[in-house]
């Protein structure tokens, strides 16, 4: 394999594992109707982060961080949700 087609194998499995990473938390607490173990400051930080990593995505014309990071917000950013709902 290539060097660029070695970046580019590292980078797809990078991305495929950030944007799967969430599934799990998402269905448990789906499943369990409690987000109480999630930690509050963390998803606030983990979504501030991934929107800063979607916007410099953006901002270099990189679609391939953008989409990744943008799946990753919206995953962490359910997660976020799903625990100030459940916590109210």
Known sequence: MAASGLVEAVGV??????MTSFAPQI?????????SAVSLRTYAVT??????????????????????????LLMAGTVLIMKIRLSG
Do not use: M, Q
């Open 47 to 72: 979504v501030s982060g991934f929107s800063l990593w979607t916007l410099y995505g953006i901002l270099l014309g990189s679609w391939p961080v953008a989409v990744s990071n943008t799946v990753c």
């Open 13 to 18: 499995a990078a991305a495929l594992c950030s």
């Open 27 to 35: 269905l448990k607490i789906w499943r369990e109707h409690d987000a």
